[in-house]
């Protein structure tokens, strides 16, 4: 069995432009890089979907390490929620770009401190993505487009990082929470 197939390699790609293209006209961008779309689009892609890809693929590594078996996909309702709510122009954007589904080879029962490490791990990445470029931030003097680069992955990586970490069903927060309290005081 591959490690990634084809239609995970396919979700990242299309998630990847979709998020970049739900990006693309943040007014920074407009801005800093004028009106050409395909410079705005690479731009947004550069700086928003490593924090995504690599949040959804820390997912599916970590659980593919405890013995789950599991599947990237880009949520393509949640994609299009982002693009309606660009299009009208919305002043917030809320969606969800992709997931990971995870289930057991039998007999096998997802433990809790499997489910805790797994949720864990994708906010995980962020922190690390948030950290490293405010160190790199303060350690020297970039070229504009490096620090706005920078700027970007860290603001972005740190909400990432504090919204994933939310105790409410949705967010990897909540079963991260849930899988140390069941797995520390029983179920």
């Known amino acids: 069995m591959a490690v990634v197939s084809f239609n995970e390699v396919f979700d990242v790609i299309l998630m990847t432009f979709a998020i970049g293209y739900i990006f693309m006209d943040v007014p920074f961008l407009r801005t800093r890089l004028g009106r050409s779309s395909w410079q705005r689009l690479k731009y947004a892609v550069i700086m928003t979907a490593p924090a995504v890809v690599l949040h959804e693929l820390a997912h ?93 992955t860290k603001q972005i990586n740190m909400i990432l990082f504090i919204f994933n970490m939310l105790p409410f069903p949705i967010f990897d927060g909540f079963k991260f929470y849930q899988g140390m309290f069941v797995w520390l005081f029983g179920g």
Request: aromatic content about 12%; charged content about 5%; hydrophobic content about 50%.
């Open 60 to 152: 599916k590594f970590v659980g593919m390490a405890s013995g789950l078996l599991t599947t990237f996909h880009a949520s393509y309702m949640g994609l299009g929620l982002g693009v309606v709510l660009k299009l009208a122009q919305s002043p917030f954007l809320f969606f969800i770009p992709g997931y990971v589904s995870m289930s057991c080879p039998s007999p096998c029962v997802i433990g809790p401190l499997q489910q805790a490490l797994t949720a864990v791990s994708g906010p995980l990445v962020n922190l690390g993505l948030w950290l490293g470029a405010a160190w790199l931030l303060h350690r020297k003097t970039y070229p504009f487009k490096t620090t706005l680069l920078l700027l970007v």
